[in-house]
């Protein structure tokens, strides 16, 4: 395969073309790890389905020599004219006695039969439904230690895409692996029979289902390349499709009128997908067709060979059912088992893509040894020559910041939309780590220290914060999940944000779920939904608070409140605060000014004025817009 390119992770590919007979095989080593999932997920249920399918292989190649030996019974009795006389009451008795035997077992085969396929299903649908569960947690764990920047890197959110299908895809390559395993023992207990009577009919066999076989490798391997190559257009549809028909986006669809926009560029992208896979059915139908024929062709010859030699004696009649029962049954047991092992092979194709996902490794990470958060901070926070870029970016977001947040100091940053403040702040609580210079914690770099315990230990809450459709209380809770059933803090927490007094006005209190995605939400406003928001900063015991603008919804008065009450509350504290008002700014105890992603001055607010330059500038244009 092709080499990653430079700014790839470990574990990410590029996108194929068609993949080579030896790619296709071998993804098959894929099946293990895939067993050994099947297997952690419940042992019991595994061992369950095997010993299950064991006794159902087992039961066709029974059913179908018993039924020989019905036949050859039937006509012996026949033959004799010993049946003449024996009536169904004495079955069990005299010349009926072993032809009754016979369908009595032949019966009790069919009722094994049919218990055990239901057992089976049954067993299978448990077994599935608790992999694809224990599969799609695992995703969800792992995409959890990822960086930040993965999730904003448009190759590994189609790699999530692809995993996210196989997780809740795959569980059906179990069944059909569970299945192929069945049919081998069943092949095995028919290949048996024909061995003895008639060797050569295998090399039919051969003739009729090898063509067939490397027919249907193709073309899965082709329909794993088309939805391989897709994905991004696929994560596409499904986004054009959420957003012309949710809750977040109703209101300016129907504003703006974009129904008709969405729908025709929804129907263009399906019909590219459906033109795609149109050309590809039509060639699998037809190649199929074709290759088929030669397997019945083949079937038929051996056919017309065994009722030949029944004519000559050499096989009973009892033998022709037997033999022609077993040849067509071998057919179609061979041809499912090589078909679909080219399915299985494509499918473990698939499993390239959950299995490479969890391969990708996050950069970001506690070292062994890892130093716990300092309490209480001495020093502070200093970034030395700091700088980063976004992976496939020309020019750095920030670089050359030089400054330190001292222990207790409150700092502002303020700037304008895109002079780098989101960045500052991603870097101090290391959701990023620079790729210029280093940012330290009381003298040491930041990546010196445990990282669950230096994010437990910062209070975020970011511009674009999250509406989760969960209750009010749990919405404040999320700050700190783990104190999410002690109520005094979260009631706390909201006073602290003046998020209460929101609260108060729901109909079920804390208890009232949020948003309208589920029966009985309520939704907030802008505002109310920032201050619930800002209610999750203070849920922890955090020793650096950061506001990253989340009040751009409330009004002057309101947004003065909230850091007014934030400035209070931050005594003793480190914590940085960001607002396009320089009326609140202004409450901080220093003022980085950003510009470009650089620092252009620091300090107060009066300083800042003084001096002059793009403070004092933004300063005067704001205070001019309220006169």
């Known amino acids: 395969m092709p080499a990653p390119a430079a700014d790839a992770k470990p574990g990410r590919t590029p996108l194929p073309g068609a993949r080579s007979l030896r790619e296709r095989v071998g993804a098959l080593r894929n099946l ?16 369950a389905t095997g010993a299950l399918r064991i006794g159902r292989a087992l039961l066709p190649i029974a059913t ?3 039924g020989k030996l019905i036949i050859d019974e039937v006509v012996r009795l026949v033959g004799s004219h010993e049946a003449t006389t024996a009536t169904l009451a004495v079955a069990f008795e005299g010349p009926l006695a072993r032809l009754a035997t016979l369908v009595a077992i032949e019966f009790a085969l069919a009722i094994a039969s049919d218990v055990l396929g239901r057992a089976v299903s049954l067993i299978d649908a448990l077994l599935s439904e608790r992999f694809s569960n224990a599969t799609s947690l695992r995703l969800m764990a792992h995409a959890a230690t990822l960086d930040l920047e993965d999730f904003e890197d448009p190759d590994l959110q189609d790699s999530l895409e692809r ?32 061995v003895v009577y008639a060797p050569w009919l295998i090399v039919l066999l051969a003739i009729a289902l090898v063509p067939a076989f490397i027919g249907e490798a193709y073309f899965n391997a082709r329909s794993y390349t088309l939805n391989y190559v897709r994905t991004p257009e696929r994560r596409e549809l499904d986004y054009i499709r959420q957003t012309g028909a949710s809750v977040e986006t109703a209101k ?25 896979n149109r050309a590809l059915a039509l060639k699998r139908a037809t190649w199929g067709g074709v290759l088929t024929t030669i397997g019945t062709i083949a079937y038929y010859a051996a056919y017309a060979y065994i009722i030949l030699r029944t004519l000559h004696g050499a096989f009973t009649i009892g033998d022709l059912t037997f033999l022609a029962g077993s040849f067509r049954r071998l057919r179609t047991l061979l041809e499912g088992l ?56 020309e020019r750095f977001a920030v670089r050359h910041l030089d400054f330190t947040l001292h222990a207790g ?20 609580a290391r959701l990023y780590d620079p790729d210029e210079g280093r940012v330290l914690l009381d003298g040491r770099d930041l990546s010196d220290y445990d990282l669950e315990d230096l994010r437990a230990h910062i209070g975020v809450i970011f511009q674009d914060f999250v509406r989760y459709h969960l209750t009010a209380g749990e919405n404040i809770a999320v700050g700190r999940i783990d104190a999410r059933l002690d109520r005094r803090r979260i009631e706390t927490a909201a006073r602290e944000s003046l998020a209460d007094g929101v609260i108060a006005r729901l109909p079920n209190g804390y208890d009232q779920v949020l948003g309208k995605r589920f029966r009985g939400g309520v939704d907030l406003s802008g505002g109310e939904w920032q201050k619930v928001a800002i209610a999750r900063a203070y849920m922890r015991d955090a020793d650096l608070l950061i506001l990253d603008e989340p009040t751009a919804a409330l009004d002057a008065r309101a947004e003065f409140q909230v850091f007014e009450r934030f400035r209070e509350l931050a005594a003793g504290k480190s914590a940085i605060l960001i607002s396009h008002r320089f009326s609140s700014a202004r409450m901080a105890d220093r003022i980085i000014v950003l510009d470009a992603g650089e620092i252009e001055a620091i300090g107060t607010h009066d300083e800042l004025l003084a001096a002059g330059g793009r403070y004092a500038e933004l300063f005067e244009l704001q205070a001019a817009g309220y006169r």
Do not use: C, H
């Open 338 to 393: 090589l078909i679909g092992f080219s399915s299985v092979a494509g499918q473990a194709l698939y499993l390239d893509d959950l299995f490479s996902f969890f391969e990708i490794e996050p950069e970001i990470r506690s070292k062994p040894g890892a130093l716990p958060f300092p309490r209480p901070i001495r020093e502070g926070f200093t970034f030395e020559n700091a700088g980063f870029r976004y992976p496939g970016a």
């Open 64 to 66: 179908l020599y018993v």
């Open 409 to 428: 100091e409150v700092l502002a940053l303020v700037g304008e939309n895109g002079a780098g403040k989101t960045t500052l702040v991603k870097l101090l």
């Open 163 to 194: 995993a996210r299908r196989q997780a809740a895809g795959r569980s059906s390559l179990m069944g059909e692996l569970f299945g192929q395993a069945q049919d081998f023992v069943t092949i095995v207990s028919f290949g048996a029979g024909l």
């Open 32 to 47: 293990p790890p895939f067993l050994a999932m099947v297997w952690r997920t419940s042992p019991a249920l595994t061992l």
């Open 252 to 276: 300016e669809v129907k504003i703006f009128g974009l129904n008709a926009f969405l729908i025709e560029r929804y129907r263009t992208l399906a019909d590219s997908f459906f033109a795609a």
